[in-house]
């Protein structure tokens, strides 16, 4: 999916009961910077990166690309979704006979605790299915990571694999779209 396949990027604005999916717009950049540079977020994902360096290497528009959703609620972001080509993170253990794409979410902390990961997740991942049917989507996070272990399970990902990596043991997980109506 180094391209999302055959899906036709940008797709429309994806619209939950809270939320909208889209692209990121130059008005974003100091959510990103504060996503990038926020300790809360980056505790299982090996420390934040330092603000002065943020500032210095995010465009005035932060960066578009195929399956990257900015996820904005009341008009503001809150976070990102993204579903990228599976192993692109640089985990040499993780299998990749499992699925092409993964999935991965970071939200301001601000925004935790009301559901908004799963309602995000669930509509990228409905949005995934329709624009490449059949395909399977992997998730990965340390099981440390309580919230994001209950997370994966609540979207459906059934457990294919743990591994160590990056000194945490890692869990990953794959979910399958529901069939086709024929």
Not at 129 to 156: F, H, I, W, Y
Request: aromatic content about 8%; glycine content about 12%.
């Amino acid at each position: 999916m180094p391209e999302l396949g055959s899906a036709v990027w940008p797709p429309a604005p994806i619209r939950t009961e809270r939320l909208v999916l889209r692209e990121p717009e130059a008005r974003d950049r100091g959510p990103f910077v504060e996503l990038l540079t926020s300790p809360e977020v980056h505790t299982y994902l090996g420390g934040p990166r330092s603000r002065e360096e943020c500032e210095r290497a995010m465009p005035g528009t932060p960066e578009r690309r195929p399956g990257l959703f900015v996820i904005e609620a009341g008009g503001t972001m809150i976070g990102m979704v993204e579903l990228k080509p599976h192993g692109t993170n640089g985990s040499g253990n993780a299998r990749r006979d499992v699925a092409e794409s993964e999935i991965g979410y970071l939200f301001l902390p601000r925004a935790w605790g009301r559901g908004y990961a799963a309602e995000a997740c669930a509509a990228a991942l409905g949005w995934f299915a329709g624009a490449l049917p059949g395909e399977p989507v992997v998730l990965c996070t340390q099981t440390a990571n309580d919230r994001s272990m209950r997370l994966a399970v609540k979207l459906g990902f059934t457990e294919v694999q743990r591994f160590e990596a990056w000194g945490a043991e890692q869990w990953m997980g794959v979910w399958s779209p529901p069939p086709q109506a024929g």
